[in-house]
């Protein structure tokens, strides 16, 4: 089957699978083609990114730079409507609109819901969950006037230590993360969504960054075929229409594809002719689309210079090139690759081929022609965090909530077993993703409502010697909580716990004398730092339906039903005492 589809013309291969075009889908694939000039070409390999509705911007990107797609960065609901509207009627060609529709409609809209992150999806063990977790990010994101997701990730949770993937994957287990990247694909696209598998050849093995460095997957090519291999054949065999290709090596197949190749020679994905067109295009099949992570990260300009770079991503089987360091200079980078022909014209056309053939199949000309393509705000807000999608959230934090540990019997709490609670609040600041710094007061309201006394720590000044007393806190306190938002982050390459001075100031000292209860919103890991507590809770996304779903299981109205996808206990033998 392989075999007969190289031999296929693009336009052959555009009629089948993922793309299914009809003979009129294909023509105007093929006369939009031969219209264009060069320079539009080009401009249709680039994917850029939008944080706002400038209209100086947005027109720039579709009529100077005649971009293919745009992806938005959150925004409040009128700003997303207005950036699309501007985009789809300035361009000639419509426009891929993608999100990290990763959660829900929050990847794109402020308003959107937030069904749950994939470890929290994976945490209720339904795969239905997962459908419903594509279908709202389907049916918001379109209704903002999107049509690209990029997602679901079907990475695979190797290593507690990876500093990004954490509650971004469904988890350690190949099976579930197959089956739920399946039921994510299938759902997303039934709502005319594509869907964009990543981050192959897949992230979780290495326990460092590919923001920060090309990383690895080490895995020999069997055990590659069985974990990570099998999960993108189910979503490929499920029709996902494009996959998106991280700054990650696997040496291994890279290897074994080229056995002339040195060390040094070894390319991440995303420059990689052997992983993009030897292994995703040959040996799994793949017909779709492929699109580079973000060209930004310092992974994908490692390997070698970003003037090679930029057109060797193409010609190594990419077709979309996301995003850019500086756009004059990378279309430049892209231009000249063309006109030396490091970038064959050949491989530009079928890379446009794919590129129109994606826009095709998701019926965006018949769209445009039939002023349907861009967003109606009124219809929009009817659909975003619509009592629906709200349902979805609280079904997936009521089933995903996990009890990792209660091994002194702690729970379920009372405001007349121990009414003074003390909280320690945990969370990062900095960083370019947001992090909720409010953990502590909004859990301090949860806890006053149910009745409790609530203080919130804070360190007292000292030095050895000169310490408040140890016995003196138990004196004012009958229950110690400690609320955690640590998220895992790009261009960060840990998340642990940092105490605070002097000397771990809010550390679990008090364990063995005061009931002590962990509640994570966040990073699923926090036993490594806090081994002995005996009541752990993983929440995996600090919001409103999580900590409802918390405090109702805390208080005994709602048993914990959640079970967890990876090894919380980080193959410690401490963490479980």
Not at 131 to 143: D, R
Request: negative net charge; contains cysteine; hydrophobic residues 40%.
């Amino acid at each position: 089957r392989i075999e007969r589809s190289m031999n296929l013309s693009i336009f052959e291969k555009i009629t089948q699978k993922p793309f299914y075009l009809t003979e009129t889908q294909a023509g105007w694939v093929k006369k939009t083609l031969d219209g264009m000039s060069k320079e539009e070409k080009i401009g249709q390999l680039f994917c850029h990114v939008a944080y706002s509705d400038d209209e100086a911007y947005l027109k720039k990107l579709v009529n100077e730079y005649h971009a293919g797609g745009v992806m938005g960065r959150p925004q409040p609901l009128e700003s997303v409507v207005r950036f699309a509207s501007i985009i789809q009627r300035e361009a000639k060609i419509p426009l891929l609109i993608a999100a990290n529709f990763e959660a829900g409609g929050d990847g794109l809209v402020d308003e959107g819901v937030n069904v749950g992150p994939n470890l929290q999806v994976a945490a209720t063990g339904s795969a239905d969950i997962a459908a419903n977790q594509g279908k709202v990010c389907g049916k918001e994101g379109s209704a903002a006037g999107a049509n690209w997701a990029f997602a679901p990730v079907i990475d695979i949770e190797h290593n507690f230590r990876n500093p990004i993937t954490g509650t971004r994957t469904y988890g350690a287990d190949p099976e579930t993360v197959k089956l739920f990247g399946e039921s994510y694909v299938k759902a997303v696209q039934a709502e005319g969504v594509a869907a964009c598998i990543k981050h192959f050849p897949g992230d979780g093995v290495d326990e460092r960054d590919q923001h920060l460095v090309s990383s690895v997957n080490s895995l020999d090519c069997d055990e590659w075929d069985k974990k990570y291999g099998a999960a993108y054949k189910a979503s490929i065999d499920a029709g996902a229409l494009s996959v998106m290709a991280g700054h990650i090596m696997l040496p291994a197949y890279s290897k074994r594809i080229n056995p002339e190749l040195k060390d040094s020679d070894v390319l991440p994905a995303s420059l990689s002719y052997e992983l993009l067109t030897g292994l995703l295009r040959e040996r799994l099949g793949f017909n779709g689309l492929i699109a580079t992570d973000a060209s930004t990260m310092a992974g994908f300009t490692i390997p070698m210079s970003r003037a090679k770079g930029v057109p060797a991503s193409i010609m190594a089987g990419a077709d979309v090139f996301l995003f850019s360091k500086n756009i004059d200079e990378d279309y430049e980078y892209m231009t000249k690759g063309v006109d030396e022909g490091t970038l064959t014209l050949e491989r530009l056309d079928e890379a446009v081929t794919r590129i129109l053939a994606l826009k095709a199949a998701l019926g965006l000309p018949e769209k445009k022609d039939a002023n349907t393509l861009i967003p109606v705000l009124e219809n929009a807000k009817k659909v975003i965090g619509c009592p629906e999608h709200l349902a979805i959230e609280e079904e997936c934090s009521d089933k995903g909530v996990t009890l990792v540990k209660n091994l002194d019997g702690a729970l379920p709490l009372s405001p007349e077993k121990t009414p003074r609670v003390l909280l320690y609040p945990i969370f990062s600041t900095g960083g370019f993703y947001k992090t909720d710094a409010r953990v502590g007061e909004k859990m301090k309201e949860a806890f006053e409502q149910e009745g409790f006394k609530v203080d919130i720590f804070a360190p007292k000044p000292g030095y050895e010697g000169m310490l408040e007393r140890f016995d003196e806190l138990p004196k004012h306190y009958d229950l110690l909580v400690y609320v955690a938002n640590l998220m895992t982050k790009s261009n960060q390459t840990v998340v642990r716990i940092e105490w605070e001075p002097p000397m771990c100031a809010n550390g679990p000292i008090y364990l063995n004398v005061v009931p002590t209860v962990f509640i994570s919103f966040a990073n699923p890991y926090h036993l490594i730092d806090v081994p002995r507590i005996r009541t752990m809770i993983n929440a995996y996304c600090f919001k409103p339906a999580n900590i409802k779903a918390v405090m109702d299981k805390l208080m005994g109205r709602s048993e914990f039903k959640g079970s967890s996808p990876i090894d919380a206990f980080c193959g410690k033998w401490d963490t479980r005492l």
